[in-house]
């Protein structure tokens, strides 16, 4: 079977439209690499090559997420300046030049069976690469290239005062990565297991001692919000930390069924704050300014008055506010005054 993201991206071009096929094999990304640099250069909107483990995954039309500092299976490159076409602004994220690409070709047997996006990566797979990635000449990368929000990881503050940001648990997609093409998966049976195992950790501890759990309305975040909290409390519901839209499975489910949802963790719903005033289609849209999102969050977070917040969300959606992507059940702490 063919590795690779379900999804068939568009960039507006000013002489053409790029159009990526549902799966890209391993063959035909190298080919994207290879591509007129010069054709991508004339995007109105720079479009955005994303590679995890040697397979063109999707095109983004605004992102700034690059390479393995805060996400470690998966390598982001801006195809922008025909010149030097695998680069990234001064001061943030990484710069690279062909020398990825020759790598990216030396080590095709190691690609055959690594994970993509949103999977756990083989284990010591994407680690082998990364350190030979790093030894490579005309490479750099900042670690982390986002600033360092959190303070603690896996571990309850001891002051009085802190927000704790969890990932949800393991949904469909992140299991089987042919389930990206399907909107709002739910968490399969493992990562039901993993949430109620987390509820024994840290992030349950962080639940039961919060004045507030918020979550996205996305059905893998509600799913673990709800088994955290063992079906002793009430949510809130935020659709402002939902996923960053890179793939059809970060598309939400419409009110009107959500509020019929019969997966573990969602009994209660309907009675979560903020779900009854939800829009039929309330996730945010590709091409959306992630980063004006991200700001926005943050100044939410700032304006509450309580002092314990819990906010159950994902990886690539907190990688943005924190510099961290986590693990599915990952919970980071933050002193609340750094918001």
């Not at 390479?67 to 690279?96: H, T, Y």
Request: hydrophobic share 40%.
């Amino acid at each position: 079977m063919r590795r690779g993201l379900g999804f068939t991206g568009t960039c507006w071009c000013k002489q053409r439209v790029l159009q990526f096929r549902p799966y890209l094999s391993l063959d035909e990304a190298m080919k994207v690499l290879d591509a007129d640099t010069g054709a991508l250069a004339d995007c109105t909107v720079k479009p955005h090559i994303v590679v995890a483990a040697g397979t063109v995954l999707q095109c983004y039309e605004d992102t700034k997420l690059l390479l393995p500092g805060g996400c470690d299976n998966v390598i982001r490159a801006w195809f922008g300046d025909p010149e030097f076409p695998w680069q990234e602004e001064s001061g943030k994220g990484a710069v690279c030049t062909d020398a990825v690409k020759q790598i990216l070709r030396a080590n095709r047997p190691l690609f055959t069976s690594c994970a993509c996006l949103g999977c756990d990566p083989v284990p010591g797979v994407w680690k082998q690469f990364r350190v030979e990635l790093m030894t490579l000449d005309g490479f750099s990368a900042e670690e982390p290239h986002y600033p360092k929000l959190y303070t603690s990881v896996e571990e309850v503050p001891s002051n009085p005062s802190w927000i704790a940001f969890v990932r949800h648990a393991q949904a469909g997609h992140n299991a089987d990565h042919a389930l990206v093409n399907n909107p709002d998966n739910p968490l399969t049976e493992a990562g039901i297991a993993q949430a109620l195992k987390a509820k024994e950790g840290p992030a349950g501890e962080a639940v039961r001692g919060a004045q507030v759990v918020v979550t996205s309305p996305l059905t893998r975040a509600m799913q673990t919000a709800g088994l955290l909290m063992g079906g002793g409390g009430l949510a809130e519901v935020d659709p402002g930390i939902s996923e960053r839209w890179s793939a059809p499975c970060d598309e939400g489910t419409v009110k009107s069924e959500l509020v019929n949802a019969r997966h573990p963790g969602l009994e209660e719903i309907s009675a979560w704050k903020g779900f009854q005033e939800l829009e039929e289609v309330w996730w945010p849209q590709p091409g959306e300014d992630q980063w004006g999102r991200a700001e926005a969050f943050l100044a939410r977070a700032r304006e509450r008055s309580e002092e314990r917040i819990v906010f159950v969300g994902h990886g690539g959606f907190w990688e943005r506010v924190l510099g961290r992507y986590l693990s599915n059940c990952e919970v980071v702490f933050c002193d609340r005054s750094l918001t």
